[in-house]
């Protein structure tokens, strides 16, 4: 079964600094997609990126670039040049594409910026 | 462009009452459809996931349903609601790239 780990409750992060927000997933099928979302105080889901298991580049949108280490099933969000309008959770998902397998989510990770 | 509509943005409901969320989609034709549950401050816990009409997967078993009497409706129930479902709701849809998600609605079981 598919299964995607956050292991950073929270995050500080300076105005203008970078920060890396991690994530693991575990998944049999050999074909599958990483998503990150932010989800600020309103609730809605914002998609950031997207990552195929088939890519083979990094994945960049703007000042978001994943850092995808498919051996060590590793998908971690980095973020540039922090603004304070990042501040927000952040979910790290995943899809296997085999079959009609749902996306499934991490518990998320809190990001604060700070001026 | 795919979009997600969902209502109502925020329900207060007394426990044992009955529930209905609906969601229904835009710009697509036989979603993949799903419903997801973010307790306070948590991760999204998925609760119900359609591939087509009157097709239905329950994830956790509770006193949820789901139904899908039309290709872009996707309906949440409860014949009696208890405390441990306030939440948030949010609805998504598969689309050709990506996920959508609709803007979600905030219960309070009192």
């Known amino acids: 079964a598919q299964k995607i780990t956050q292991t950073q409750p929270g995050m500080f992060v300076q105005e203008k600094e970078a920060v890396t927000l991690d994530c693991t997933y575990d998944?049999?099928?050999?074909?599958?997609?990483l998503f990150w979302y932010k989800q600020p105080s309103s609730g809605e889901m914002i998609f950031l990126i997207y990552?195929?298991?088939?890519?083979?580049q990094n994945a960049t949108e703007g000042r978001y670039s994943l850092n995808f280490q498919k051996a060590r099933k590793s998908a971690n969000l980095v973020i540039s040049a922090s603004q304070l309008g990042d501040s927000a959770m952040y979910f790290c998902?995943?899809?296997?594409?085999?079959?009609?397998?749902?996306?499934?989510f991490g518990k998320g990770t809190r990001l604060s910026v700070i001026a | 462009s795919q979009t997600i509509h969902q209502w109502p943005a925020t329900l207060v409901q007394p426990v044992g009452s009955p529930l209905s969320l609906e969601c229904t989609v835009e710009?697509?034709?036989?979603?993949?459809l799903y419903w997801y549950r973010q307790a306070a401050g948590r991760g999204l816990q998925l609760l119900f996931y359609?591939?087509?009409?009157?097709?239905i997967s329950s994830e956790v078993p509770q006193n949820l349903s789901a139904s899908r009497p039309q290709d872009r409706q996707f309906i949440l129930s409860s014949k009696k609601l208890l405390l441990s479902d306030s939440g948030f709701y949010l609805c998504?849809?598969?689309?050709?790239?990506?996920?959508?998600f609709g803007s979600g609605t905030r219960l309070t079981v009192v």
């Open positions: 998902a995943m899809r296997e594409v085999g079959g009609n397998t749902p996306l499934v």
């Open positions: 359609s591939v087509g009409i009157g097709q």
């Open positions: 998944t049999s099928d050999p074909s599958y997609g």
């Open positions: 998504a849809g598969q689309g050709s790239y990506g996920y959508t």
């Open positions: 990552q195929g298991s088939y890519d083979q």
């Open positions: 710009g697509t034709s036989n979603p993949n």
